[in-house]
Nanobody, 125 residues
Framework: QLQLVESGGGLVQPGGSLRLSCAASGSTLDHYAISWFRQAPGGERETILCISSSGGSTNYADSVKGRFTISRDDAKNTVYLQMNSLKPEDTAVYYC??????????????????WGQGTQVTVSS
C-alpha cells in the first residue's frame, strides 16, 4: 500500500522560499506522474504542477508560473515542490497525489489514486 507524506511546510515571510517534499513508502513512484495541489481556507483544491515519470512538468496554475518548480528524485522516492517569491495568497494546505495517467491538461482530481495528508504553508509577515 502506497503512502505519501508531505513535509517542509511552515510559516514564511513574503518573498521567501520553501521546498516541500512528497515522500513515498510502500511502493515506488518512478513509473507514475505526481502532482502538487493546494487548498486555501474556504477554497477549492487547485492543481499546481504535475511531473511525469520521465521528469517533464506541466503547469496548471498561472499564479505560480516562474515561481514554483516541481522535480523528482526517484532514487529517494520523493517529489519536490520548490516555491520561491512566496506571496500571502500562496497560503494553503499543499498536497501531493499519484496520477493514474500521465500529466495533461485534461487530468482532474478524480484521476489520482493516492493522496498525502497535506502540509500547511503560511505566508505572512
Amino acid at each position: 500500500q502506497l503512502q505519501l507524506v508531505e513535509s517542509g511546510g511552515g510559516l514564511v515571510q513574503p518573498g521567501g522560499s520553501l521546498r516541500l517534499s512528497c515522500a513515498a513508502s510502500g511502493s515506488t513512484l518512478d513509473h507514475y506522474a505526481i502532482s502538487w495541489f493546494r487548498q486555501a481556507p474556504g477554497g477549492e483544491r487547485e492543481t499546481i504542477l504535475c511531473i511525469s515519470s520521465s521528469g517533464g512538468s506541466t503547469n496548471y496554475a498561472d499564479s505560480v508560473k516562474g515561481r514554483f518548480t516541481i522535480s523528482r528524485d526517484d532514487a529517494k522516492n520523493t517529489v519536490y515542490l520548490q516555491m520561491n517569491s512566496l506571496k500571502p495568497e500562496d497560503t494553503a494546505v499543499y498536497y501531493c497525489a499519484r496520477a493514474l495517467y500521465t500529466c495533461s491538461a485534461s487530468l482532474t482530481r478524480y484521476d489520482y489514486d493516492y493522496w498525502g495528508q497535506g502540509t500547511q504553508v503560511t505566508v505572512s509577515s
